[in-house]
Structure formats: C-alpha cells, structure tokens
C-alpha cells in the first residue's frame, strides 16, 4: 500500500491511523490461536497438555519452549516463533 501525503496535518494522521489499524489486524493473532497459545494454567503439566496434539505421533518436544512460569501460574506463549 503506498501511503499519499496530504498538506493536512489531521488527515495525514487520520490516514496514518487508518494504515496502522489494518496493519494490526494484519498480525494478530485469531481468537482460537489466543486460546490456544495465550492462555494460564496451574500446572506446568495442564499448560503442556492444552498444547499436546494427540492425533501427532512425534515427541512433541518443541512444545517445552512455548510454556512459560508467571508467579504461580504456567503460561503458554507463542510470542516470538515465526509466525506471531
């Protein structure tokens, strides 16, 4: 999208804004991945399971890396892997 530069100082941020609200649409994340990948839970063991896809026969390993402790929850965060 090339951006056009009017003389008006509000419409040029009324445009800006209007850029960077598609913008963020564009990279976030859909409920169901917010769910699933953005969540807490008591144990390190629940956080893992709400991850674990049984229908997946491999060990699951990298799943390790998208959990992480929150005071005294586990989160499960997807933040900084290749896609969100």
Do not use: C
């Amino acid at each position: 999208m090339r951006l056009i530069y009017p003389q008006n100082n509000a419409l040029k941020l009324f445009i800006l804004n209007v850029y960077l609200q598609q913008k963020l649409k564009e990279v976030t994340p859909p409920n169901k991945i917010k769910k699933q990948y953005f969540s807490h839970h008591p144990t390190k063991f629940e956080a893992y399971s709400s991850l674990y896809d049984l229908s997946d026969t491999t060990n699951q390993f990298e799943i390790l890396s998208y959990i992480r402790p929150l005071g005294n929850r586990w989160i499960t965060t997807y933040y900084g892997q290749p896609k969100y």
